[in-house]
């Protein structure tokens, strides 16, 4: 085992109520996002109030989970030692079908694969055996 194995990779840390749900449902492997009941407009990062008519009423909905790559990075150096063994690997931004954009990583996803609206689905990976985080892998051709 190397030493970068040993390590626990870190885990979401939400200091925010609605951050701890949003990270609550992913443990759950339910990808949630907040829709105003106003508007109907979906949005992520979780926060109080509709950011399209200002509405405070919002309720949590269940993402399709599918969507498309909208933009990515490779990341070449470790920014902390529990990803040393994955680089290099990719960051990403995913558009999803409700229209919010989310930052996560790649499941069983070549590097040289990725480009331009790739359709994903998410799948989640357990980190440790309470937390589980959304990452996104190719989308099943029964689901395109
Ligand atoms: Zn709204």
Not at 15 to 31: G, H
Not at 59 to 79: N, P, V
Request: charged fraction near 25%.
């Amino acid at each position: 085992m190397t030493e970068s194995a040993a390590l626990p990779r870190p885990a979401p840390m939400p200091d925010m109520l609605l951050d701890k749900e949003f990270w609550d449902f992913c443990s759950d492997r339910k990808l949630c996002f907040q829709r105003c009941k106003s508007c109907k407009t979906w949005r992520h990062l979780p926060r109080l109030m509709c950011a399209s008519c200002g509405s405070p009423d919002w309720e949590w909905r269940e993402s399709s989970g599918r969507g498309h790559l909208y933009s990515w990075t490779i990341t070449h150096q470790a920014m902390l030692p529990a990803f040393a063994d994955e680089t290099p690997y990719a960051a990403i931004v995913v558009e999803l079908e409700e229209g919010v954009r989310m930052v996560s990583g790649v499941q069983d996803i070549a590097l040289d694969e990725l480009e331009m609206d790739l359709p994903l689905e998410v799948a989640f990976l357990s980190i440790s055996e309470d937390t589980s985080i959304p990452v996104f892998r190719h989308r099943s051709p029964a689901a395109r």
